[in-house]
């Protein structure tokens, strides 16, 4: 089955600078890659996803980048803001089974 | 909001008490997920129902019985639960059944404390 390494497990980032999390994942029939943000009380909610026929994506502050050869993916944030701390997650999915990273907690410094 | 609600946001109970967690989804979603959440683990997946059967059960313990009784709404029901089922069980739900390669939408989540 899928496994999904995600790093870092914490990061912390001064206000306006960039964070970059990555994630690995095993299974080469994996075809999409969801990244979602859970805020405190909150449940996980889809920020960007990527398809394995897409090298990247972009939406405003936030990117993806996926390297099927390497099967490893990205998310970007750029010109962070303290409403970007939140846990984010990322998943690789075939049709059949999608599987999780760990999480990486995300705080931004004012 | 997303359009999955889950009832209660709270819930403690002892090991011996029989309780349900409630989600509905407002979206017209044809998929419904029961998903475990604990600390610095990742996400698991416990049931799907697709189209109200159920097409899924991750080797969830026999203490955990969902019902879809329409595509709206999801339960969870527990029973005779252990200490290490405490953690936040969040419901969510897709458009497309049959298919893991669909965007999720999650609901806030019941926090249970089994005591």
């Known amino acids: 089955g899928e496994n999904v390494e995600q790093h870092p497990s914490t990061l912390s980032v001064q206000e306006g600078d960039s964070a970059v999390i990555k994630c690995t994942y095993s299974?080469?029939?994996?075809?999409?890659f969801p990244w979602y943000k859970q805020e405190l009380g909150k449940g996980p909610q889809l920020i960007i996803d990527i398809r394995s026929n897409v090298g990247e994506k972009k939406d405003q502050r936030i990117a993806v980048t996926l390297n099927k050869t390497a099967k490893h993916f990205s998310l970007h944030i750029t010109e962070t803001q303290p409403e970007d701390s939140a846990v984010y997650f990322c998943a690789a999915s075939n049709v059949n089974d999608m599987r999780f990273g760990a999480g990486t907690r995300l705080t931004v410094k004012p | 909001e997303t359009g999955v609600t889950q009832t209660p946001r709270h819930l403690v109970m002892g090991m011996t008490n029989k309780k349900s967690l409630k989600c509905e989804q407002h979206?017209?979603?044809?998929?419904m997920y029961w998903y475990k959440q604990s600390a610095k683990k990742p996400l698991e997946l416990m049931f799907v129902y697709s189209l109200e059967e159920r097409v899924e059960n991750n080797s969830v313990p026999s203490r955990f019985s969902p019902e879809c009784p329409n595509s709206s709404h999801l339960f969870l029901h527990l029973h005779t639960l252990q200490p290490e089922d405490s953690a936040l069980y969040l419901c969510?739900?897709?458009?497309?059944?049959?298919?893991?390669?669909?965007?999720?939408?999650f609901g806030s989540g019941t926090q249970l404390s089994v005591l």
């Open positions: 969510a739900s897709s458009q497309v059944p049959g298919s893991s390669n669909e965007k999720l939408f």
């Open positions: 299974d080469s029939a994996s075809n999409y």
């Open positions: 979206l017209g979603h044809n998929a």
